[in-house]
């Protein structure tokens, strides 16, 4: 189970940070990632996190703004989101996904996540 929190209005130029706590089987957890979706839009990567080697993945978007990092004995993950432009506004979505799945999917695809949190709201006024 993931849980996400942070998310909120703020405006250009601002930041937030996102945080995803899990729960349940977290020792299946091979990486973590946040996807984002806005109206009308596909849901699309932001950032992701291995597990147990900490290498990072960023769309080219947020790249130089936002940040993860991972608290293994917490089993959370956070993103850092500075810098925030109106286009950043989206649903923030968490996830999570096991060894196979990234191995075979890469963790820029959503199909490699078994597992999704509910979403939170990030909207930047301009």
């Known amino acids: 189970q993931l849980q996400a929190s942070g998310g909120g209005l703020v405006q250009a130029g601002g930041s937030l940070r996102l945080s995803c706590a899990a729960s349940?089987?977290?020792?299946?957890?091979?990486?973590m990632g946040w996807f984002r979706q806005a109206p009308g839009k596909e849901r699309e990567f932001v950032s992701a996190?291995?597990?147990?080697?900490?290498?990072?993945y960023y769309a080219d978007s947020v790249k130089g703004r936002f940040t993860i990092s991972r608290d293994n004995a917490e089993n959370t993950v956070t993103l850092q989101m500075n810098s925030l432009k109106p286009e950043d506004t989206a649903i923030y979505y968490c996830a999570a996904g096991g060894p196979w799945a990234w191995s075979n999917k890469g963790p820029l695809d959503r199909n490699a996540y078994n597992y999704w949190g509910q979403g939170t709201q990030v909207t930047v006024s301009s």
């Open positions: 996190i291995a597990w147990n080697t900490s290498r990072t």
């Open positions: 349940g089987r977290t020792f299946s957890i091979y990486g």
